[in-house]
């Protein structure tokens, strides 16, 4: 996988790093069980500070993406359940979307065509 960040954004970097981490579980670039870089390692090649890389993988631990061993490193989840909290973000944040889409006048059948074609592209997701 590769990690392609834009220090101009407005998007703080440990959220880009975590969004294209989550991003390759979903489409299967990262399997279940398979280890992430060291925290030095994904920083140099990333071209960021430890601690940006120590947060990413912190909040995806949090989030239950990411398993962690102090003595072998980081790996991608095996089971990675919905529960309510993450349902409730899940719905806030495509709340957010609908709105923003209905906002500039994206009709509704587009907006859920949208969603069905990236959906789509997650390797992971069978239906």
Known sequence: MIIEL???????IYVQLRNQIVKGIGKGELKAGEKLPT???LANDAGVNTMTVN???????SEGYVRTD????????????????F??????????LSAEACITG???DDFLKMCEAVYSRM???TT
């Open 39 to 41: 925290v030095r390692q």
């Open 123 to 125: 390797n992971l997701c």
């Open 106 to 108: 994206m009709k509704k």
């Open 55 to 61: 947060k990413t993988y912190q909040i995806l631990k």
């Open 87 to 96: 349902r409730e973000k899940l719905e806030s944040e495509l709340e957010l």
């Open 70 to 85: 102090r003595r072998m490193g980081a790996f991608v989840a095996e089971n990675i359940d919905m529960n309510d909290e």
């Open 6 to 12: 834009d220090f101009s954004s407005d998007t703080p």
